[in-house]
């Protein structure tokens, strides 16, 4: 691409990570059931690319959220609750016209059949982002820009924008790009467009489960087949782990090709693959995690680490949030999660984490199980 190599970013801006797309506040049940049976809800906060921010700022790095939300009392508390993470807000615009998204859910698995979401979106202030609108200059301040698909299915100039911004230009960051198929948000609409985002993107999270969904491939190797140009593709395979692949792309001039991705004149050296097993967790609420897992790779590759210890990080960083029952919670201390990276492959396919393990005072064999 014509921005930075994976790894490597500008290296004067001031920003480690800008994450732009919706971010919404979400009714957390008081009880299992279904939502016709649940007495009532605590507040708290969900999107995506926000969480990444929230999990990129708690763990020490200057991160910042763009996006749009209503001049509502619900806007106030997403800046707010945001903002209070050391995440940088003012790039968010008010809209006057148009309220903040909200959602409700039940305590299940995404995964499971009882799972319940109600979603109160439609018409929200994010959807109404567009290339004409969006603080171009402080979307780009970053060494990384971080997007994801939801943000391309919310509308027509949503999808507008992430095609911009997904776009080959001079300087442009290091762009990373989380696919996040929500088939929901697709009725109606072809989600074989987040392939062709993807491919215009330097780093790409995608799961093995949502590529099949949305693009009907299967396999790992088959992803990286369907998406060989960008330097990085993590593939999430679930309890499995991750497989990653890696090349060392050479930037040349390039040209748009029929599939939408630029790559004509860039040359690309051969992969290096690596698998990572997936950790074994005590898990009290699956919501959060693949976000979680993108915030915890992106810490580690701005941090200039081998793609192993990437890929742990994101494992790491997914288990602290499936240890807790909302989207976000305090990471582990850096060198307490350095300390558990560095653990040989026996000792990590050992660990089992459950509820506090992230306590700064828990060194690598209180968390391991006999």
């Not at 940088?88 to 959602?103: K, L, M, N, Q």
């Amino acid at each position: 691409m014509s921005g930075p190599a994976a790894g490597t970013a500008s290296a004067d801006a001031t920003t480690d990570v800008v994450c732009l797309g919706e971010s919404m506040v979400t009714f957390l049940p008081s009880q299992p059931g279904r939502l016709a049976d649940v007495p009532s809800f605590g507040r708290g906060i969900g999107g995506a690319e926000s969480n990444v921010a929230c999990a990129l700022a708690a763990a020490g790095h200057r991160a910042a959220w763009v996006g749009r939300v209503g001049a509502d009392g619900f806007g106030d508390h997403l800046v707010e609750t945001i903002g209070g993470y050391g995440v940088d807000t003012s790039a968010v615009r008010r809209d006057p016209e148009r309220p903040t998204g909200i959602y409700f859910r039940t305590a299940t698995d995404r995964g499971e059949g009882a799972h319940e979401v109600a979603y109160y979106r439609a018409g929200s202030a994010a959807s109404a982002m567009s290339p004409a609108n969006v603080p171009y200059e402080e979307v780009f301040a970053g060494r990384v820009l971080h997007l994801s698909g939801i943000t391309a299915a919310l509308s027509a100039d949503c999808l507008e924008l992430v095609r911009e911004l997904t776009a080959p230009r001079p300087g442009r960051p290091l762009v990373s790009f989380d696919v996040n198929h929500r088939p929901h948000l697709w009725r109606g609409g072809d989600a074989s467009v987040l392939l062709e985002l993807a491919r215009r993107c330097d780093l790409v999270f995608v799961g093995e489960d949502e590529a099949e969904e949305a693009w009907g491939i299967v396999g790992a190797e088959a992803i990286r087949a369907a998406l060989p140009e960008p330097a990085v593709v993590v593939v999430k395979r679930g309890s499995a782990g991750a497989t990653v692949f890696a090349s060392g792309l050479r930037p040349g001039p390039r040209s748009s090709n029929a599939g939408g991705a630029e790559n004509d004149g860039a040359e690309f050296a051969p992969d290096t693959v690596t698998h990572v097993p997936a950790l074994r967790v005590d898990v009290v609420a699956a919501v959060g995690a693949g976000d979680a897992f993108a915030a915890g790779f992106l810490s580690a590759t701005l941090r200039g680490l081998r793609v192993r210890d990437r890929v742990r990080h994101g494992h790491l960083m997914a288990a602290a949030v499936l240890t807790v029952p909302g989207d976000l919670t305090e990471p582990p201390a850096r060198d307490h999660a350095d300390r558990l990276v560095a653990l040989d492959d026996e000792a990590w396919g050992r660990l089992r984490l459950g509820p506090g393990w992230t306590a700064a005072d828990r060194a690598p064999e209180e968390v391991r199980t006999p």
